[in-house]
Structures are given as structure tokens and as C-alpha cells.
């Protein structure tokens, strides 16, 4: 029999736990305004860009979250997901306890156990797994603001293996190629100076369904401003609708357009001498490869006209350098992604925008001294030459490398930690893998807030309250103006529920690295480190944000000029570390594979109700959007028979079959492509308002481009036929 059945955790009342007053959603309650109100700050966590704000009580009783008006980075505001983040504390379905896979005549299923029971197991596996095969034989896979205290855990224990999806499934390409060109990623808030430019492109980046909020809030204000926007994107997204130029470009063609606009950058004289003169590195090279590139050749490839190439070349000229090309954000598309992003960094190069009003900002963060306690080793070996050595060149963990060093005997990884990424939706093509590292770990510990896909692979299930009943570490965020922002609990967490640094001290004590953890409460480090910055605790719980003077310029000038942390101390144009390693030193274009007769290709993205498929079930995101749509051309939807309203199930070329899912009839997708936001289509089991319900787009990956220079995994050559459900 196989060691892990996957189970599937029942919606939880049908585990006769008692309700504990939790809450069915907000709208029940009397009119606000009549009892004792407290306001606590808190940062958001229901996505990545971290905004500010307090959350509000009357009587103790959840009332709304707001936006902290002294905050730059959000501009004061929280977007509709971040306004709906009661519902992350009120979701009836949260993990109540720890739960324990147990196997009781031969069937498999989670027993709801004491903390002290789960914790100790999970502590005895750990020594267990030392004793057999070492220390360093534990990895980490996470994505959320906890992550930090397992990791510190883990590498307290001797182990290092670390990914994060937001590298292999999201920024990797964008990461690397930006530091290949300039030496320095792009980092997180994206450092792109939108509110002052007076020439926008967007290479997919659909801002405004992507609704990272203050960086939507900079493209308003640039539309506002009239810059010229130009949006290339094969579907008439919300940014080619606010766009004075939209190319609807060719699906995996976008290098080919890049290169164009080298070319006639460069030809017609339009680039940056000053900037390329005295920083950067290649020029004569890259001058020769882009020859060939012209507008009229990148027509044949992109669909775009040379005139509209051309056109928009000279509007990204003329502005320079108040003129950029988006870097995008999750950049794992057709596997030549790093090319693109290079691609993209070299247009950038040749505007001169680099630190420049208009282009890309110098970010800056506040100087915080961590806390007191003792430094984990360095890690004893080299664990990704160990389990990643084909993508040398990759700085960060690869999370489904990581996972395949979970199978076999012969496995590098022994214990394996989840913390807050759901990875059965996340890391396309991956439910096999999973299953067979599953199958094989010693140990396998999931921490989330819901029963999602990926608890039913645990061992172990660690409940962790959500982002309003909790610390965590402050915001310290890269941006225009440093500032640290505080996340506090605004109520007692539900059940038994508990944050991610009690879960990880509480380990440590039982693993005898108790000094590794020398806080009794999390307070204690946070007062510390706002004391060392003539700050407190008192006064952060008072005001939740805190803004430093910046202690170098917002941009370059003579005076202050830029470095670059390359090999060369340049621009690197030509990369001379890619040639090394036998990649392509200038970027290359490789057309991309077609979908072929009767198959569609599939376009996913985001829809401004949701994160992820994080979101889905909570209850008052879910009022706003409680599933999502298959955009068909009225073409496409004639072809099948489909109208508005009606489902379509799709199928992938290796006969996976999705949900049916409901079709939306609309000109703003070609009729070679089909489109609908990520998230949905759950399985777990337990999420009773949106298990079952909309199409999951990752289900119909069977296709995917690893990108040879990060390891990253293309999801975009996903080719789906069509059936009237
Ligand atoms: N509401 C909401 N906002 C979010 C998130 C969320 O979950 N919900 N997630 C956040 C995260 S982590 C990320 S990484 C970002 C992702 O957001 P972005 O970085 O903006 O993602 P993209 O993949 O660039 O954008 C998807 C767009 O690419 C277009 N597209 C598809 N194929 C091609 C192509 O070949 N060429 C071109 N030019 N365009 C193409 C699609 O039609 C779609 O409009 O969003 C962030 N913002
Ligand atoms: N098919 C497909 N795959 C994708 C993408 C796509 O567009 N399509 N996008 C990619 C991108 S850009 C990214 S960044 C990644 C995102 O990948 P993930 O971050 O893994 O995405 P989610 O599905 O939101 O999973 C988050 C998990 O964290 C849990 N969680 C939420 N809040 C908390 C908390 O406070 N504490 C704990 N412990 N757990 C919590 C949720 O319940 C859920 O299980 O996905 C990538 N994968
Ligand atoms: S952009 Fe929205 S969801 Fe993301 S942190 Fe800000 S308020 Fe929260
Ligand atoms: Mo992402």
C-alpha cells in the first residue's frame, strides 16, 4: 500500500467540532457606531504588496478593515481584496486543530490532536531523520510572512533546502536577467517610477486585474498625467482599454518585438548616448545582432504592423528617460523567458531610465539590526548544486526541483516543511510528483489557515491563525520612501489556532535550539528592533506606519552616479556570464510552438476580486465574484455552440478534462486563444463555498517550457479543445 493516501478533509462541522461563535460573515451585525470601537493596525496579507491599515472592532466584534492614510506605499488605500480580509478571519472552514494522519484498518485519515501531541511527534521525526541521513536532509517550501521563523528553525537544525514559488512560478526570469544586465533585481514593490513617466509599455503585465494597489494607483496617475501608454497583450485587457496604443501581439512573440524596437532605437538614433556611453557594456555587439531585426521582420512573427512598431519605438524614444518598459511579475511564460527579460532590461538600458525621474527609482529600506539571538551555522554543503545542477545559474531554491528531491530512497530531501503555498494549484504538473514524494518523505508538515488541496499530503497539519489574529515580522519593504509598518492582533485567534513564530519556538524548545529562540513573546523582538530605529511598540500600535528619511537620492545624477554590481561594474548589454555558460549572450527569438488544428491556446491572468486560490473561499470575496469565466470570441463560441451563461468544459491534449466552467462571450479575446483567471476550480474537499466551482487553468497544463537559465516553469504553450458542458 502506498504510504500516503491523499486525504481529503471533510467540511470541518462534519467533524462535530463545536462552532466557538465563529462568524458566518459581517453583514448580520447592527448598524455600526453605537458600541466601544478599537482600530489596530495591521498589514495586509491577502496578497504579496503588503498594504497598511487598521482593522476595526465594535465590542470586540469584527466590523471592517481600512487603509492607513499615512502610508506612501499604499497610498492610504486598501484594494477590494485587502477590504474583504475579514473574511480570512471569519471563513467557517479554517483549520480548527492539529491534525495527525493515522491509519485505522487500513484507511487512512486526520485525528484532531493536541498541539503537544503534534508538535512532539513532528520534533521526534525531525531527530529521527538527523539520526538516519543527517541534519541537512530537511527542506522548506513557503510563500507568506510567517515562512521566516520555519526557515530560521530549519536552519537552527542543520538544514538549508529552501524554495519559494515566487521565484520558479512568478519573478525568477525577471530576477535574473535584471541581475545579469545591471547587477541588481528589480526587487519587490517593483521600483518602477510609473507616477512621473511620460511613456508607459506593458509586456502582458495587465495592471488593473493585477491589482498590486499602489502600483495601480501610479499608472492612474501617469494616465491621468496623459503619458503614453502602450499596452501589448494578445487580449484586450483593462490596461489595452486606458492604452493609446494597443498591440495585440502574437502569443509568445514579444522578443521578437523587443528586438524590434532595439533596432530601430538604435538605428534612427533614438537611444540614451550619454547612459550607454559610460555604462554600459556591448554596445557594438548588440548594435550588429539587432541588424537583421526590423520592424517589417518582426511583423511576420509578432502580426503587428511595422508602422505601430515603429510608431511606438519613437514615442518610447522620445521620452526618454522618463520612459520605460514594465519588467512584469510573473514572467514564467514560453521557457525563453530570461531572453525576454533581458530583452526588456536592454530596451530600458538603451532609454537611459536606470535611476532616472520617470524610469526605475532607487529604493531604499530601513536599516533594522535583528534581533539579539544566535546565528544558525552556514550551511554545511551545497545543496543546490545537489538537487539543481542543471540550472546553475539560478540564485534561489527551485520549488518543483525541491520536490523532486523528495522521491526515491536515494533522496535528498528526508523532511519536508509547507508553509502557506498551496502546491498542488501552484506549481503547474506537479500532482505526480507530489504524489511519489509524498509517498517517500519521513516527514511531511503543512502549515496553512485552510483546508486547501495541499493539507490532504501532510503528516502533520499545523492550524496558523490568520494575519488579524497575529504578529508577524514589520514591513520593511525596498520603496521610495523607507518605511516600517506593524501588524498586531485585532482579536484572539479562533479555535486553537496559533501563529507561525509560537509554532516554530515551540519546535525549537522540544529540538533543544531553544537559544536560537530567545523571545517569550514575539512583542519583545518587534520593541526591541523599533527601539534600535528611536522608535517603539507603544507608538507603532499607535500610529502602525513609520517613515525614515531616505539617506541617499530617490535618482542619479553626476554627482552621485550609479554603480553596477556586475562582473564588469557595467551594463551588460552582452552578457559575457550567459556566453560562458553556453546560454545565448544577446537575446535570442524562438518562435513559439502553435497550438495546432481544433486546440485553443489557453491565457490565464487575474481578476481584481481574487488572489490566487487563496481568496476563493472566503466569504466576502466570494460575494463578489464566486466564479470565474472562460472568455470565448464570438467566433470560438459559434464554432461550439456556446453563448453567455452557458458552461464549457476544456480538454487538454492528454485528455485531462476540467470543471465546467462559465462561458463568457466577448471580442476581447482573438479566436485563437481562450482566457480565464487562476484560482478557481478547487478540489480540497473542506471549502464548502468553492470547492468544485470555475476551472482550475493549472489542471490543463500538460505542456510546460522549464526555461533552461532559471529553471522556471513556462505555463503558457497549454493548448485546450472545447466541450458544451
Ligand atoms: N487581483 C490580483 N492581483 C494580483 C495577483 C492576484 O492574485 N490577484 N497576483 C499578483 C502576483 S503574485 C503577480 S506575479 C502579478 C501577475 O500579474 P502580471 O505580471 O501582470 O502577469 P502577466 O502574466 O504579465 O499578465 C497576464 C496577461 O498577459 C497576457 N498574455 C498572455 N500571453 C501573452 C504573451 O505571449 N505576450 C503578451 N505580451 N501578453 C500575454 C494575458 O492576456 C494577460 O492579460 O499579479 C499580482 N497582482
Ligand atoms: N496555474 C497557475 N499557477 C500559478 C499561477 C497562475 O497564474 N496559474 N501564478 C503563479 C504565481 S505568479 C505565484 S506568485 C504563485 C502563488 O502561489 P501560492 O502563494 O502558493 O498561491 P495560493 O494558491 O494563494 O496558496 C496560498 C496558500 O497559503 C495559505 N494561506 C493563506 N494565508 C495564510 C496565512 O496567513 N498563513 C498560512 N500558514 N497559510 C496561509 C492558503 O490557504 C493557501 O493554501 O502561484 C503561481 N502558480
Ligand atoms: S494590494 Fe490589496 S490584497 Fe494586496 S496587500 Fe494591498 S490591500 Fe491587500
Ligand atoms: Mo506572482
Not at 514559488?165 to 519573478?171: E, I, K, L, V
Not at 489574529?469 to 521610495?480: F, I, V
Not at 514575539?522 to 500600535?541: A, F, K, N, P, R
Request: charged share 25%; net charge neutral; with cysteine.
Amino acid at each position: 500500500m502506498k504510504r500516503r493516501d491523499f486525504i481529503k478533509l471533510p467540511g470541518l462541522a462534519a467533524l462535530g467540532v463545536a462552532g466557538g461563535g465563529l462568524l458566518s460573515g459581517c453583514q448580520s451585525r447592527p448598524l455600526p457606531g453605537s458600541g466601544e470601537v478599537t482600530v489596530t493596525p495591521t498589514v495586509c496579507e491577502i496578497c504579496f504588496w503588503k498594504c497598511a491599515g487598521w482593522v476595526h472592532a465594535e465590542n470586540g466584534e469584527p466590523w471592517k478593515i481600512t487603509g492607513n492614510a499615512e502610508d506612501l506605499h499604499s497610498g492610504g488605500r486598501l484594494c477590494t481584496r485587502g477590504s474583504g480580509g475579514l473574511g480570512a478571519y471569519a471563513d467557517r472552514d479554517r483549520l480548527r486543530q492539529p491534525m495527525l494522519r493515522v491509519e485505522e484498518k487500513g484507511r487512512q485519515r486526520f485525528k484532531p490532536v493536541s498541539w503537544e501531541e503534534a508538535l512532539s511527534f513532528i520534533a521526534e521525526r525531525m531527530e529521527q531523520i538527523g539520526e538516519r541521513h543527517g541534519r541537512d536532509r530537511l527542506a522548506l517550501l513557503s510563500h507568506g510572512s510567517g515562512g521566516g521563523q520555519f526557515k530560521r528553525l530549519l536552519n537552527a537544525f542543520g538544514s538549508h533546502i529552501f524554495a519559494q514559488p515566487s521565484y520558479a512560478q512568478c519573478r525568477g526570469p525577471r530576477q535574473v536577467a535584471f541581475a545579469l544586465t545591471y547587477g541588481e533585481d528589480v526587487g519587490s514593490p517593483d521600483r518602477t517610477d510609473m507616477a512621473n513617466a511620460r511613456c508607459i509599455a506593458l509586456i502582458g503585465s495587465h495592471i488593473g486585474e493585477n491589482l498590486h494597489n499602489g502600483q495601480v494607483q501610479t499608472l492612474s496617475e501617469a494616465i491621468a498625467r496623459d503619458a503614453t501608454l502602450i499596452t501589448v497583450d494578445p487580449r484586450f485587457s483593462v490596461a489595452a482599454g486606458k492604452s493609446r496604443y494597443w498591440l495585440p501581439i502574437g502569443p509568445g512573440t514579444d522578443i521578437a518585438l523587443l528586438l524590434a524596437w532595439m533596432h530601430v532605437l538604435i538605428n534612427e538614433d533614438l537611444y540614451d548616448h550619454r547612459f550607454v556611453e559610460q555604462h554600459t557594456l556591448g554596445f557594438e555587439q548588440l548594435r550588429e545582432h539587432v541588424q537583421s531585426f526590423n520592424p517589417e521582420w518582426a511583423w511576420l512573427e509578432t502580426g503587428l504592423e511595422p508602422e505601430r512598431i515603429r510608431a511606438t519605438a519613437h514615442e518610447l524614444g522620445r521620452h526618454a528617460p522618463a520612459s520605460l518598459v514594465h519588467p512584469g511579475r510573473h514572467t514564467t511564460w514560453y521557457g525563453d523567458d530570461t531572453q525576454r527579460e533581458r530583452a526588456i532590461a536592454i530596451v530600458n538600458a538603451l532609454l537611459g531610465n536606470w535611476g532616472q525621474q520617470g524610469g526605475f527609482y532607487r529604493p531604499e529600506k530601513v536599516e533594522l539590526p535583528a534581533y539579539p539571538a544566535p546565528k544558525p551555522a552556514k550551511p554545511a554543503s551545497d545543496w543546490k548544486a545537489a538537487i539543481q545542477a542543471d540550472h546553475p545559474l539560478a540564485p534561489k531554491g527551485i520549488s518543483h526541483k525541491v520536490i523532486e528531491a523528495c522521491i526515491g530512497d536515494q533522496a535528498q530531501v528526508k523532511g519536508l516543511f509547507v508553509y502557506a503555498t498551496n502546491l498542488p494549484m501552484t506549481i503547474p504538473g506537479i500532482a505526480d510528483k507530489l504524489n511519489r514524494a509524498a509517498d517517500d518523505l519521513e516527514l511531511m508538515v503543512v502549515v496553512d489557515t485552510l483546508p486547501m488541496e495541499v493539507t490532504g499530503y501532510a503528516d502533520v497539519i499545523l492550524p496558523e491563525c490568520s494575519y488579524l489574529e497575529r504578529h508577524d515580522d514589520l514591513r520593511n519593504s525596498p520603496e521610495r520612501e523607507p518605511s516600517l509598518a506593524l501588524r498586531q492582533p485585532a482579536f484572539e485567534p479562533l479555535h486553537q489556532s496559533k501563529p507561525a513564530w509560537w509554532m516554530a519556538k515551540q519546535l525549537a524548545e522540544r529540538l533543544g535550539l531553544g537559544e536560537y529562540f530567545p523571545w517569550q513573546d514575539y512583542t519583545e523582538v518587534l520593541d526591541w528592533q523599533l527601539q534600535q530605529v528611536g522608535s517603539s511598540l507603544e507608538e507603532m500600535e499607535r500610529i502602525g506606519v513609520k517613515t525614515f528619511p531616505r539617506k541617499t537620492g530617490l535618482y542619479f545624477s553626476a554627482d552621485d552616479p550609479p554603480s553596477f554590481r556586475t562582473a564588469s561594474g557595467k551594463v551588460e548589454l552582452y552578457s559575457q556570464l550567459l556566453a560562458d555558460y553556453g546560454y545565448d549572450p544577446l537575446p535570442r527569438y524562438t518562435p513559439p510552438q502553435q497550438p495546432g488544428e481544433g486546440y485553443y491556446r489557453m491565457l490565464y491572468g487575474r481578476a481584481p476580486a481574487h488572489t490566487f486560490g487563496r481568496t476563493t473561499n472566503n466569504p466576502v470575496l466570494f460575494e463578489l465574484m464566486p466564479e470565474n469565466h472562460l472568455w470565448l470570441h464570438p467566433i470560438t463560441a459559434a464554432d461550439h455552440g456556446l453563448k453567455s451563461g452557458d458552461y464549457a468544459r476544456m480538454k487538454n491534449r492528454v485528455g485531462v478534462r476540467g470543471n465546467p466552467i462559465r462561458v463568457r462571450v466577448t471580442e476581447r479575446v482573438s479566436p485563437r486563444d481562450l482566457f480565464l483567471a487562476h484560482g478557481f476550480g478547487h478540489k480540497a474537499g473542506g471549502l464548502r463555498l468553492t470547492d468544485g466551482v470555475g476551472g482550475d487553468d493549472g489542471e490543463m497544463m500538460d505542456n510546460i517550457k522549464i526555461d533552461p537559465i532559471t529553471g522556471s516553469t513556462g505555463m503558457r504553450a497549454t493548448f485546450v479543445t472545447l466541450e458544451k458542458a
